[in-house]
Structures are given as structure tokens and as C-alpha cells.
């Protein structure tokens, strides 16, 4: 490819991102290709010789793209939302232009120092205070297992990754059943073991861990000659939005000198609007926090913000330098590979630079404060409506719902069957997650671009569907 195809198919590509963009609004959210499907249409080897661009580029419009689910559809009320605002597209495409990698300052300085001042303009949004310092992981997964090895690894003075965990007294880490799975999987990855993810009651209506069931649980690990290493405080959980009392975990965790990791992936991106910032009140004194911009700020993924508060723990368990990874003639270097698990890193920073400028914290306040008035909004007018009622309590723009069709049928069946019918009709996409063990749908406002109007024709297609099936 020359530099006039470049200059073509970049423009093409560019034009098909701003009339993908303008129609989603036509398109249903979820994909309703069967599986197998885009195998089938695929050829099964690879070829031998080039083929042109404007057959590739064919393919995809007429393969991919009906096979792939709408994510930044106005629409899309599933999971979380993955907003990726144009102005965080365009800041992608100069990355994989420049194709740079990141992994030292030498290697690129102002991957390295653009990182070095976004993270702490995040830092400064959410209230922070000074001290703490940050680096943008590829996701809260990578965060929460670097916060996993930096528990083991001061639990263990700092012997685990010269001698390996045989002979160890096992570490014991303690979160509450609401928190997301990766939490497990950094269990499993450190070697801590999910034996010793450590379980604690919840209480109240956010679903909140029990400090005194915490303490307890502290002391009898000490008593049994087992190692407690850290608590994972969860605030914004992924199946009702569950929320610790932060400072209530910090005070017992500072009795006993454990490390504290916050996963904040979704929820603590509000905490740039300071009203919200009660919900994680006492964040300050953990030593870990982790929320992901490319959830709910605009930054595409893959971006997630890790602050930390003692750099020096957490090198300490990282950092590794071989000759080829030293900057040399230059004292005080950041060099971001040594804060990650990847030793290759990509210029993320970018992304959350140009969206931090292009909208402004006013506006992205605006659009978080938008969502969880309509959320809740919406909250309230299905918990009015005959036959609903509300699984858990909204917290922020998130809430779940059940339905009875007052004839006696399996409730699981039935909500099962609901959620079915509504994301099969195109319009709108949800998700469910079980709250005290039966079956409910989850609802989340965060789509950068939906609007009132969207959430409102969300409660008629959710009230209609059910009429429909009762």
C-alpha cells in the first residue's frame, strides 16, 4: 500500500466510523447472528496473495459489521457502558498511526510524560489528594492482580517472587461476594488461591461488607497462623452496584496493617461531580484504587486508571530491569513497564488526554449527572408500574428489576423469558445477575449518547414486552 491508498483507505475508514455513527440509532443493539454464522462465511485457509483493499474493505461492511453488537448504540443498557466519544476514536487512530511502543521514556517521552500529567488531571477530578500517583493499566483486571501480587508480596516481606510460595504460610485476601470476578481470577493468577479469597457477609441496601464480620475474620486467620494480606473494598459492584463503606474497611485494615485495594472500575468515575463522592468516602486511605475511564468518561478501550498511593510497594513487586530496559543518564525517570504486569505498553494516554480537553470535566459531569437522573428516574416509574417491582435500590444509574405475571409460573423461567423477548426485539439491550438468589435485569444508563427520550422508550419496550408475555 502506497501513500495515496494510505490517504484513500484512511478516508474511507474515517468516513464509515461517521455514518456507522449517525446510524446506530437504525441498527438493533445486539447482534442476532447464530453462531457459527461468520466462520461459515469466511474462507477456512489463509491466502496466498494479496488482495485488494476494496475487497477487504467489502467484506467487512457486508460480514463484521452485521455480526457485531452495538456497544456505543444510545440504546445500549447492558453491562457496562464502553463509551468511545470521537474524540477518543481520533486520538486511536493517531496512536496506531505513529504504531509507537511505550514501555520506557526513551522509547517514546511523551507517551511517557502525556501519561504522567493525564492520570494526574484524573486524579485532581475524582479528589484525590496530592501524593498519590497513577498509570494507566489496559483494564481493572490488570490493576486488581498488580494490587494481588503487592499484597502477597508484603505479606510476605517481600521474599514471595525471589522464593516462590512453597512452604508459605498462605496469604489470606478478604472481599464480599459482590465484587467482580476478576477479583477471583487475581486470586487464582497470584497464586494466592481461591481457598483463600476470604468471603465476608454483607449488610444494608448497598450491599455493603461487615466490618465487624471483617475484624473477626482477621483475627481468626491471625490466630490460625494463616497470613492476611489485604481487603479488596468493592464500590460500584457489577451485579446491583454494591457499595462497602470504604472508611469503615480502611480503619480495619489499618489496625491490622493490611493492604487496601479499591475496585472502583465503573463507579468511580461519578467521583468527578463532588456530590457522589459520599459513596466512597474514605477511599483516601487505601493504598490501591482502580476505575477505568473507558467505562464511563469516553476514553475507548482499552483505559484504566490504577492510583496508588506507596509507588515503592508496588515497584518493589514489579519492577525488574535488565540492562535493555534501563534509561541511562537520566535520574528520576518514569519508565511505565516497571508499574505494569505487560513489558510492552501502548500510548493510552493519548485517548484520555484528548477526551479529558475535548469535553471538559463540566462536560462529562454533565453526562454522568444526566444518566443517573434518568436511571433513577426510570427506577421509579417501573417500580409504580403493576406486576414490577425493584431487585435492589439504584445506586448511581444502575438498577435491577423483576417481574410477575401473577399466574404462579417459575419466576427465573419467566424473567429469563422477558429478557429474551427484549433484547430479541432490537431496540433496547439489558443483562441479568441474580440478587438473593433469583433471577433479575439489570439497568444502566451510560451510553454517551442516549438521551432522555431512550430511556423513556426503555420503560415502554421493558412494560409492553411483559404485558406481551403475561
Known amino acids: 500500500m502506497d501513500g495515496e491508498d494510505f490517504r484513500h483507505w484512511a478516508r474511507a475508514a474515517a468516513d464509515f466510523a461517521v455514518r456507522y455513527r449517525a446510524g446506530l440509532r437504525d441498527l438493533p443493539v445486539r447482534a442476532s447472528t447464530r453462531p457459527g454464522e461468520i466462520v461459515a462465511a469466511l474462507p477456512a485457509a489463509p491466502p496466498e496473495e494479496a488482495e485488494p483493499m476494496a475487497d477487504l474493505f467489502a467484506d467487512f461492511e457486508r460480514i463484521v459489521v452485521p455480526g457485531m453488537t452495538h456497544w456505543q448504540h444510545p440504546r445500549f443498557f447492558a453491562y457496562f457502558p464502553a463509551n468511545a466519544s470521537p474524540a477518543s476514536v481520533i486520538a486511536e487512530a493517531l496512536t496506531a498511526a ?32 496530592e501524593g498519590w500517583r497513577g498509570v494507566i493499566q489496559d483494564s481493572a ?4 492482580l498488580t494490587a494481588f501480587l503487592t499484597m502477597r508480596e508484603r505479606a510476605l516481606g517481600f521474599t514471595g517472587n525471589r522464593e516462590g510460595l512453597a512452604g508459605q504460610a498462605p496469604v489470606r485476601i478478604y472481599a464480599s461476594a459482590e465484587v ?12 494466592i488461591g481461591e481457598r483463600n479469597l476470604v468471603r465476608i457477609p454483607t449488610q444494608g441496601v448497598l450491599r455493603g461488607m461487615d466490618p465487624a464480620a471483617l475484624e473477626a475474620a482477621i483475627v481468626a486467620d491471625k490466630a490460625a497462623g494463616l497470613l492476611p494480606g489485604g481487603v479488596v473494598a468493592c464500590v460500584g459492584g457489577t451485579g446491583i ?27 468511580g468515575n461519578a467521583m468527578i461531580c463532588p456530590e457522589f463522592r ?29 492510583f496508588i498511593r506507596n509507588v ?51 462536560g462529562l459531569r454533565e453526562m454522568i449527572r444526566n444518566h443517573v437522573r434518568w436511571g433513577q428516574a426510570l427506577a421509579r416509574r417501573i417500580a409504580a408500574e403493576p406486576g414490577f417491582t425493584l431487585a435492589s435500590a439504584p445506586v448511581l444509574s444502575l438498577f435491577t428489576f423483576r417481574h ?31 440478587v438473593d438468589g433469583r433471577l433479575a435485569i439489570r439497568f444502566q ?13 426503555a420503560f415502554e419496550v421493558i412494560r409492553d414486552t411483559a404485558r406481551a408475555l403475561s
Not at 104 to 114: C, D, F, G, H
Not at 245 to 266: P, S, Y
Not at 323 to 345: A, F, K, P
Not at 347 to 359: D, G, I, S, T
Request: hydrophobic share 45%.
Open 241 to 267: 452496584g454494591a457499595m462497602d463503606d470504604v472508611a469503615a474497611v480502611v480503619k480495619v485494615a489499618r489496625r491490622h496493617d493490611l493492604f487496601v485495594h479499591v475496585d472502583a472500575a465503573w463507579a
Open 180 to 191: 467482580h470476578t476478576s477479583i477471583d481470577k487475581a486470586a487464582w493468577i497470584s497464586g
Open 141 to 144: 483486571s490488570s490493576a486488581t
Open 312 to 362: 515503592d510497594q508496588h515497584l518493589d513487586t514489579l519492577a525488574i530491569q535488565p540492562e535493555y530496559l534501563r534509561t541511562h543518564g537520566h535520574d528520576g525517570i518514569v519508565n511505565y513497564s516497571e508499574w505494569s504486569i505487560q513489558t510492552g505498553r501502548r500510548f493510552r494516554a493519548l485517548k484520555l488526554w484528548f477526551v479529558l480537553r475535548a469535553h471538559g470535566l463540566s
Open 404 to 434: 410477575d405475571p401473577g399466574d404462579g409460573r417459575d419466576g427465573d423461567a419467566h424473567m429469563l423469558a422477558l429478557l429474551q423477548a427484549i433484547n430479541d426485539a432490537g431496540e433496547i439491550y439489558l443483562t441479568p445477575t441474580r
Open 98 to 129: 505513529m504504531g509507537a511502543q511505550c514501555l520506557l521514556w526513551q522509547t517514546s517521552p511523551a507517551a511517557t510524560e502525556v501519561e504522567t500529567v493525564a492520570i494526574d488531571w484524573l486524579r485532581q477530578a475524582v479528589g484525590l489528594p
Open 445 to 457: 444508563a451510560g451510553s454517551m449518547d442516549a438521551t432522555q427520550a431512550d430511556v423513556e422508550r
Open 278 to 306: 459520599s459513596l466512597w468516602a474514605g477511599a483516601e486511605g487505601a493504598d490501591s484504587i482502580v476505575l477505568n475511564p473507558h467505562k464511563w468518561l469516553g476514553a475507548q478501550f482499552d483505559c484504566s486508571a490504577h
